[in-house]
């Protein structure tokens, strides 16, 4: 089940921009420092009268995005909780969703050492492997 699915109230303020970073930030998600100039998106939200920021960078966004496209949404902090959950109950997706895992535990850098990965394509959705959603 995703973990959208559990929150129980939307934030009464959100909203996301991205920017091209003029210092270094550190994502929210992966924990990985985003140097100068790399884009990153920064989400604002008030949720029960508290405002919160939260900083994500380009690589782990793909994480995000396939969660929102077959989730309906997904929750700051918890991207990767959420996809690690997804690897164990979609084993036709794992290995692609899996591949995003190894990105982020690589901080998303090369295997040669060459500075950052790519930034990988989103995995196919539930729909285009012939899944159909649990929960």
């Known amino acids: 089940m995703c973990m959208a699915d559990y929150a129980d109230d ?7 921009k991205t920017f091209r970073t003029r210092k270094d930030r550190r994502c929210d998600e992966c924990g990985r420092l985003i140097k100068q100039g790399e884009r990153y998106e920064n989400a604002f939200m008030v949720y029960e009268g508290h405002g919160s920021t939260f900083v994500t960078c380009e690589h782990c966004k793909v994480g995000a995005q396939w969660l929102l496209e077959n989730c309906g949404g997904y929750l700051h902090n918890a991207v990767w909780a959420d996809l690690e959950e997804h690897i ?12 995003l895992r190894v990105g982020r535990k690589r901080l998303w850098q090369r295997f040669d050492g060459a500075g950052l990965m790519a930034i990988p394509p989103v995995p196919r959705t539930l729909e285009e492997a012939g899944l159909e959603k649990h929960g």
């Open 10 to 16: 939307r934030p009464t303020v959100y909203s996301a």
């Open 88 to 99: 164990a109950e979609y084993p036709t997706l794992a290995f692609e969703l899996s591949r």
